[in-house]
């Protein structure tokens, strides 16, 4: 097998959504890097994803937020229904500047962050097979191998590949863990349109959790949560026996309304998985850079979704990565390696408590809002929608700054 050697500024390792913005981001500040991706075409996993207010100010760093807002209306309000008791609360949604939170097409928010690179930027079906690190004039850089034999140098690598990261393992950062619930998504389509409002619909149940929200007239969001299921229960990449059974087993119990939208499911964008998180503690104490390696997005702090947050995370990752690498550029647009290492330590330090409360704070709002029957669980889940939710919002108002004004730069 031929040997291909290239050098690159940085290496981004997965092109979703942390890997794309965080590209977006270094162009931004005039820094080249090149995005390793294994699959053949951007990932459409989790077909939709609802995006706060704090993502929205960092998509408006990058540049981006506008061809997205104009496609996709804010949420106002939602509402939250005890399938035993019938009771439904309201839950108003704080808005900012941008509005309320928007749902979107993950696929549409990919595009959107791929539209602003070079053609060149992303590598796809590129699999990681080695990495090293060596000292080379004096300055540390990471040697990468792909599996068609290319070699790449590069002076920074940002792993945003995911909660199975390999780029963490290498950092030894803890492994993630199983939050003992697992999640149903899919995306419903009306060719004729739907009809609905468009409100947050949620239900709850013991060890259970449903919802769905309106993308747009004629395609509707929507998920289940539970405990996860007996062992040996594996439903692989079966999308009709997951439908079928949370029509038919988990949620037959469910409003009329929801088992409505299950139906109407686009099989193809099913998908079911264990909701994995890694321990706060992890992030808070771990390593998550050396001198030139780091992670961000769920290769960093992957957290289940209660709040909504793990796309914000990574997009507010993205900025905050670029702007502390913004000003180590020299005049012929190349990195100064000597301060890379104390770049990478002050982005790390900007993020690592912050990420560990919102991991911290999705894990325990899941566990109230799905575990225990009894009437103080049944009490706590009423003061926790009443009281504690909306507190929680203030997470989501959160400004993660912006970047310096370098645009065009790097081509």
Not at 382 to 401: E, N, R, W
């Amino acid at each position: 097998m031929a040997f291909t050697i290239i050098e690159e500024e940085v290496v981004i390792v997965g092109a979703g959504i942390g890997g794309l913005a965080t590209s977006v981001a270094l162009k931004r500040v005039g820094v080249r890097a090149l995005v390793l991706e294994r699959a053949a075409d951007l990932r459409a996993t989790g077909a939709a994803l609802t995006l706060f207010p704090n993502a929205w100010r960092a998509l408006d760093a990058l540049g981006v937020a506008d061809k997205l807002t104009a496609l996709y209306a804010p949420l106002e309000r939602g509402y939250v229904t005890d399938v035993k008791t019938k009771l439904t609360q309201q839950v108003l949604y704080a808005a900012s500047e941008r509005g309320g939170p928007r749902p979107l097409h993950r696929k549409a928010l990919l595009q959107a962050l791929a539209d602003e690179l070079p053609s060149d930027t992303i590598r796809f079906s590129s699999k990681l097979t080695s990495i090293e690190s060596k000292v080379e004039d004096g300055n540390r850089i990471s040697v990468l191998g792909l599996d068609d034999g290319t070699i790449i140098k590069a002076k920074v690598v940002i792993g945003c590949d995911g909660v199975h990261s390999v780029i963490a393992r290498r950092l030894k950062l803890g492994s993630p863990v199983h939050s003992g619930r697992f999640a149903v998504r899919g995306l419903s389509v009306y060719p004729e349109g739907h009809g609905l409002a468009r409100t947050v619909q949620q239900y709850v149940d013991v060890s259970k959790r449903a919802g769905f929200v309106p993308l747009n007239d004629n395609e509707i969001y929507w998920f289940f949560v539970c405990k996860t299921p007996p062992k040996g229960k594996d439903f692989g990449s079966n999308p009709e026996s997951i439908q079928r059974e949370v029509m038919e087993n988990w949620a037959k119990d469910f409003p009329v309304s929801y088992l409505d939208v299950v139906q109407h499911s686009d099989l193809s964008t099913l998908s079911w998985a264990p909701l994995m998180f890694r321990y706060p503690w992890d992030v808070v104490l771990g390593t998550l850079n050396t001198e030139s390696t780091t992670v961000a997005g769920d290769a960093m702090h992957p957290t289940t979704p209660e709040l909504g947050q793990g796309g914000g995370m990574a997009l507010e990752d993205a900025v905050v990565l670029g702007r502390h690498m913004g000003n180590l550029t020299g005049p012929n647009g190349k990195l100064r390696p000597v301060d890379v290492g104390q770049a990478l330590g002050k982005y790390i330090g900007e993020r690592r408590w912050r990420t560990a409360w919102i991991i911290t704070a999705s894990f325990l709002s899941g566990w109230i809002q799905q575990d225990g029957s009894g009437w103080w669980m049944k009490l706590l889940r009423d003061v926790f929608y009443k009281t504690i939710l909306p507190k929680l919002s203030s997470v989501a108002q959160y400004d993660c700054g912006s970047l310096p004004n370098k645009k065009g730069k790097s081509s």
